[in-house]
Nanobody, 126 residues
Framework: QVQLVESGGGLVQPGGSLRLSCVVSGITLDAPNIGWFRQAPGKGREGVGYINTGHVDTHVAIAVKDRFTISMDSMKNTVYLQMNSLKPEDTAVYYC????????????WGIGFGSWGQGTQVTVSS
């Protein structure tokens, strides 16, 4: 059974940084895609970026690619989202998701995500 657990969210001032973690269990990070998504109050869920754990390729949404980076530690089965120069509009619940062990029905970047974490709240405010 695949489980994803996010952590690292919190309250940060504009311009600050946070690193979110997504600990994955039930699969190994040697092929699946792990995506980061966010949902702001009153808005739909949007993709932030993903990493292909087999090729260790990352893709980050244009809107945040100069501030956010995705990385992984396969020994810890963990994927990270480093967020710098945070803005109030980055306030959202952040989720990680995977397309393993089988494709899900939520498609983003042409990838079907089906297993999700519970989310972690990020609030950017002075």
């Amino acid at each position: 059974q695949v489980q994803l657990v996010e952590s690292g969210g919190g309250l940060v001032q504009p311009g600050g940084s946070l690193r979110l973690s997504c600990v994955v269990s039930g699969i190994t990070l040697d092929a699946p895609n792990i995506g980061w998504f966010r949902q702001a109050p009153g808005k739909g869920r949007e993709g932030v970026g993903y990493i292909n754990t087999g090729h260790v390729d990352t893709h980050v949404a244009i809107a945040v690619k100069d501030r956010f980076t995705i990385s992984m530690d396969s020994m810890k089965n963990t994927v990270y989202l480093q967020m710098n120069s945070l803005k109030p509009e980055d306030t959202a619940v952040y989720y990680c998701a995977t397309d393993a062990p089988r494709l899900g029905d939520y498609y983003w970047w042409g990838i079907g995500f089906g297993s999700w974490g519970q989310g972690t709240q990020v609030t950017v405010s002075s």
